[in-house]
């Protein structure tokens, strides 16, 4: 999350970084894909973002560590068009909860 509110994002449960964990077999090949933001390698903090379409040039360089199911895409689409002004929405869009349908851990 970004608990200041000024898109610096904030502290993760493992500290202000945490290491990257990229797998090859993970991709940005689709919408839907929930993936860690960073600032550059091993940069981890409390950020993520969704993809909106195929972004392969994030392969690689982005911890992959969930997949929008269908039910939720078509909330997905309603974020995407959203109004925005200087490429922020005009409107706060927030996430009040999300639900892990297949816990890879368990």
Not at 21 to 37: N, T, Y
């Amino acid at each position: 999350g970004d608990p200041f509110g000024d898109g610096t994002g904030g502290d993760s449960i493992y500290g202000p970084h945490f290491d990257d964990e990229i797998s090859a077999r993970l991709s940005h090949d689709q919408p839907g894909v929930v993936s860690m933001a960073n600032a550059g390698r091993n940069t981890n903090s409390s950020q993520f973002f969704l993809t909106f379409r195929k972004c392969p040039h994030l392969d690689g360089k982005h911890s992959v560590f969930g997949q929008v199911d269908a039910e939720g895409l078509d909330v997905l689409e309603e974020i995407q068009q959203a109004k925005t002004k200087n490429k922020r929405p005009v409107n706060l869009i927030k996430i009040f909860s999300a639900t892990v349908v297949e816990d890879p851990w368990d």
